[in-house]
């Protein structure tokens, strides 16, 4: 994928990074280039939410609470991501806050705000849940 990233984390400029620089690089190469905190991973896997990579959404869910399968809403964009808080917990648990704006099929809006619960696992982070708030 070319341009801006998904995920919209903006660089030292203030302009939104591009895609191979910030969350392409984990998506397209989750074995050789893990995400180094929570908040690098949840973006990346808003990222493979809009691009629907359910392989790496997959892979970066924790084993105790992956399903076996996804299924992509037929028509659904996702519309922007503001994270409102990374809160790490030691150096192997995290919180992720964040809203996620949306529009369905139908042309209704709506918003995702969740904390999202992380763990590391040999040297790789990983979904586990997620409190919708």
């Known amino acids: 994928m070319e341009g801006d990233c998904p995920c919209g984390r ?10 191979d620089e910030c ?4 998506v397209e190469d989750f074995e050789g280039t893990p995400a180094p905190d929570a908040e690098a991973l949840m ?5 493979a939410f809009v691009l629907q990579r359910a392989d790496y959404l997959l892979a970066t869910w924790h ?9 992509f809403e037929p028509g ?9 808080a990374h809160l790490p917990d030691g150096a192997s648990h995290a919180q992720v806050e964040f809203v996620a704006r949306m529009r369905h099929a139908s042309g209704r809006a709506s918003r ?14 990983y979904y586990v849940d997620g409190e919708l708030g």
Do not use: H, I, K, M
């Not at 973006?43 to 990222?47: A, D, H, L």
């Open 112 to 125: 995702l705000a969740e904390r999202s619960r992380f763990v590391r696992e040999g040297g790789r982070w």
């Open 43 to 47: 973006r990346s896997r808003y990222t």
């Open 63 to 71: 084993a105790s609470t992956r399903p076996a399968a996804l299924d």
């Open 10 to 19: 903006t660089g030292a400029r203030g302009r939104v990074r591009p895609y």
């Open 23 to 26: 969350c392409g690089r984990f």
């Open 76 to 84: 659904l964009r996702w519309l922007g991501l503001q994270v409102r």
